[in-house]
């Protein structure tokens, strides 16, 4: 991700202020990325360093993605998506509990 999103914002700045949900929602996410809070502390393949974002930061941004498609109006995920999404968080439920991330539930 840019650190910055120059042609959103000079297109909101022409005008387009229906824009402004979504480059909000683009600069949070970019801060929630570099949380380190929000990560499984190890990589996929085994390395110490953050790796995919945590269930419960999953959720946060799912949620947020919720509340963008409310107030914008527009569908973001397709339908079938959200679907695939729980089944991969599924997977890593566990992985979550044999890293002692989270209670086995």
Do not use: C
Request: hydrophobic residues 35%; negative net charge.
């Amino acid at each position: 991700m840019l650190r910055k999103d120059h042609s959103a914002t000079k297109m909101i700045d022409a005008g387009h202020y229906e824009l402004q949900p979504f480059l909000e929602f683009r600069n949070w996410l970019a801060e929630v990325r570099n949380d380190e809070k929000r990560r499984w502390p190890i990589r996929r393949n085994g390395v110490e360093r953050p790796g995919p974002f945590s269930i419960a930061a999953r959720e946060e941004i799912l949620l947020g993605l919720f509340h963008l498609e409310r107030t914008t109006g527009t569908e973001i995920l397709a339908e079938g998506e959200l679907e695939h999404i729980f089944m991969l968080w599924e997977r890593d439920y566990d992985i979550e509990h044999e890293l002692r991330l989270r209670p086995k539930t």
